[in-house]
C-alpha cells in the first residue's frame, strides 16, 4: 500500500500542477484605454469595463447617474458630467470605467434641469470597450435616442475557474478510481501487501473535528449500546465546508460570488459558515453520546464544555482577531464578535442543552420498522421548546424594539439603500443591540454592505481612482463592488444572530440524532433527511416569497436571518442525503480529500488565518488586477491546508480544545 501511496500523492500533485497551469494560462490581466483627446488613459482594473460616453446635443451638458442592479432600491449615484458638444462633428467625451460584477442602470439627465434623459440597463464585461452616443434622431427633431455599441468584446474572466473546478473534479475522481482499484484482490496482490490503517477512522467523534476521550462512571444504561462508529460522512461535510471557507477567506480569485453578497441573497462565501455550524451541532450529539457511553460523568463533561467554548472565545478574539492589520492589538478598539467567538457561544449553549436533557439512545429505535417514527424528535421535546423560545426572542427584537431614529422592524443595509432614507440603520435592531452593548469601536468595521474585500487587504488595494481627479473627489467613495455605502459598524458575527447560529447548530443535532437513532435502517435515515430538507425548504419559501427582497423575512447572511437559517439547514440535510449513502453505506467515495481537513478543522482554520500572509500562502502578485492570478494564489494556498491536515491524519496529529 505504500506504493500506492506514493502513486495517489504523485497523481495528486500533478493533477494539482496542471490545475494550476490551466489557470495561469487562461483569462488576461487589466488593460488601458485608448488615449482620448491626449488626456491620460483609463487603466482597466480588476472587475472593470471601459465606456465612452459621447454627447451629441448641442447646447446642452449631461449628467450620468450609475448603480448595480442588485442594489436594492437604491440611490443612483454619480458617474461622470459630460461637457456639451463643441462643434459640429465634435461631441463631448467623456471616458469612464463602470463595474462589470453585476448587470447596471445608467441613467442620463440634463445637468441644468436635473431632467432625465434617458435610461438603459445593460451587464458590462470585464475588460470590454463600449461607447454610448446620445443625441437626436434626426436634425430638427428633439426626440432623443441613446445607443450602446461594442468597441471591443469583453473577456471571459471565469473561464479559469471553470477549467480549475474542471481539474479539481478530475482529481476527486481519479482518486476515487485508484481506490477502487485497490480494493480489488487482484490488484492488491500485483503491487503490495496493504497496510491497514483503520486504527486513525476509529477515533472518537468530537464536536469540531478533533479526537477526544474521557473517562469516569456513569450509570449502567449509557453503557447497553457500543460506542457508534465514526461517520465519514460528517467528517466530509465539515471539510467540505471547511476549506471552501479556508479558499473563500483567502480572496476566492476575487470572484463577486465568492465574496459575500452584501446584504439580502446569497452567494457561494454565504454557504459555509453555517454548514460547518450545522455539522458541529451533529457532531455534539454524536460525541456526546459517546463519551457518555464510555463513562464520562455529566459533570466532568459540563466542565470539558465550558473550557472548549472558553478557549474557542479566547482564540478568537486574542489570536485571529481581524484588527491585528491595524497595528498592536487594544482592547479600545479590539473587535469582539467574530466567527470562533460564535462557535464557542453556541457549541456552549447548545452542548449543554443537549448535557441536560441527555438520554440513552432507546435500543427499541435501532429495530424500529416503521418510516413515519418521530422518537428522534418526540424524545427531545425540552429542547425543541427552548430553541424554540430562543427564535421567538429573536423575532420579538428583530421586529418590535424600538430602534431611535429608524422604522420599527426594520431588516435593510441603510446607507443609500430604500432610497437613502434610513442611511445610519444597518441592521435595524441587530446592529443597534450590537452598538448599544458592545460600542462602535468593538465591532466589525467593514461590513459586506460597506467594505471591498477580505480584512487582509487594505482600502487603497481595491478601491481604485476613476478618469481624472475632479471625477475622483466627488467619488472617493465609490467602488465596483460596494453596492450600499453604509457607513456605521455592523457585525455579522453579533449577538441576535448567535441566537440564530443556535438554531442552526440544534437542526445539525436533529441530523445526529437521524444518524445514530436509525442506524441500521438506511433507508429510514434517507427518508428523514429528504423530509427535513424539503420541510425547512419549504419554511424558506414561505418567509422568502422565493424571491430575494420582497419576502416577510429575506435570506440574510448578514443578519442570520431565520430563512437563512432554514435555507441553509434544508440543503445540509440534503446534502447529506447524498453524503450519507454514497461515503458511508456504498464506500463509493471516502470523502478525500475533504475528510482529512474535516478531522483537524480548528487546527486548520487557525493556521489559516494565522499564516494567511506569509508565503507559501501568499505572495507578490506580477498582475494585482488580474483574477487568475488572484485564483492560482488562493488554489494553491487552500491545496496546501489541505496537504498539512492530510499529512497530520497520517501522522495521528489532531488538535483537540
Known sequence: MGGVGSAGRALAALLLAASVLSAALLAPGGSSAPDLDKKKPVELKMDQALLLIHNELPGTNLTVYWNFDRCYHCLLQVLANVSQRRKAGEPGIA?????????????????????????????????????????????????????????????????????????????????????????????????????????????????????????????EAWRRS????????????????????????????????????????????????PWFVFIMGASIFLSMTSVLQRGCSKFRLLGKIAWRSFLLICIGIFVVNPNYCLGPLSWEKVRIPGVLQRLGATYFVVAVLELLFAKPVPETCASERSCFSLLDVTASWPQWLIVLILEGVWLALTFFLPVPGCPTGYLGPGGIGDGGRFWN??????????????????????????????????????????VGSEFLQRNQ????????????????????????????????????????????QTRGILIRFAAWG?????????????????GFIPVNKNLWSVSYVTTLSSWAFLALLVLYPVVDVKG?????????????????????????????????????????????????????????????????????I
Open 95 to 219: 471616458a469612464v470605467a463602470v463595474g462589470t460584477q453585476h448587470g447596471s442602470i445608467l441613467q442620463l439627465n440634463y445637468t441644468a434641469e436635473d431632467k432625465e434623459v434617458c435610461r438603459l440597463e445593460y451587464k458590462f464585461g470585464e475588460f470590454g470597450n463600449y461607447s454610448l452616443s446620445v443625441k437626436h434622431v434626426r436634425d430638427g427633431v428633439n426626440e432623443i435616442t441613446c445607443d450602446l455599441v461594442v468597441n471591443k468584446e469583453p473577456v471571459d474572466s471565469n473561464l479559469p475557474v471553470g477549467i480549475a473546478f474542471l481539474v479539481g473534479m478530475g482529481l476527486i475522481i481519479a482518486v476515487s478510481f485508484l481506490r477502487f482499484l485497490l480494493s480489488l484482490e487482484d490488484f492488491q496482490n500485483w503491487i503490495s501487501k496493504a497496510i491497514n490503517s483503520r486504527e486513525t477512522d476509529r477515533l472518537i467523534n468530537s464536536e469540531l473535528g478533533s479526537p477526544s476521550r474521557a473517562s469516569d462512571t456513569q450509570p
Open 226 to 273: 457500543a460506542a457508534p462508529l465514526r461517520l465519514r460522512c460528517v467528517d466530509t461535510f465539515r471539510g467540505m465546508a471547511l476549506i471552501l471557507m479556508v479558499f473563500v477567506n483567502y480572496g476566492g480569485g476575487k470572484y463577486w460570488y465568492f465574496k459575500h453578497s452584501s446584504w439580502n441573497g446569497l452567494t457561494v462565501a454565504d454557504l459555509v459558515f
Open 425 to 466: 440603520c444597518t441592521g435595524g435592531a441587530a446592529g443597534y443591540v450590537d452598538r448599544l452593548l458592545l460600542g462602535d469601536q468593538h465591532l466589525y468595521q467593514h461590513p459586506s454592505s460597506a467594505s471591498v474585500t477580505h480584512h487582509t487587504l487594505s482600502w487603497p488595494e481595491v478601491c481604485w481612482p476613476q
Open 477 to 520: 467613495k465609490h467602488c465596483w463592488d460596494v453596492l450600499y455605502h453604509t457607513e456605521v459598524a455592523y457585525d455579522p458575527e453579533g449577538i441576535l444572530g448567535t441566537i440564530n447560529s443556535i438554531v442552526m447548530a440544534f437542526l445539525g443535532v436533529q441530523a445526529g440524532k437521524i444518524l445514530l437513532y436509525y442506524k441500521d
Open 534 to 550: 424539503c420541510l425547512l425548504g419549504l419554511v424558506s419559501a414561505a418567509l422568502t416569497k422565493a424571491s430575494e427582497n420582497e
Open 588 to 656: 463509493l467515495w471516502t470523502g478525500a480529500p475533504f475528510f482529512y481537513p474535516g478531522m483537524n478543522s480548528i487546527l486548520v482554520y487557525v493556521g489559516h488565518e494565522v499564516f494567511a500572509n506569509y508565503f507559501p500562502f501568499q505572495w507578490k502578485l506580477g498582475d494585482p488586477q488580474s483574477h487568475r492570478e488572484h485564483l492560482v494564489q488562493n488554489t494553491v494556498a487552500t491545496a496546501l491546508w489541505v496537504l498539512i491536515a492530510y499529512v497530520l491524519y497520517k501522522k495521528k496529529v489532531f488538535w483537540k
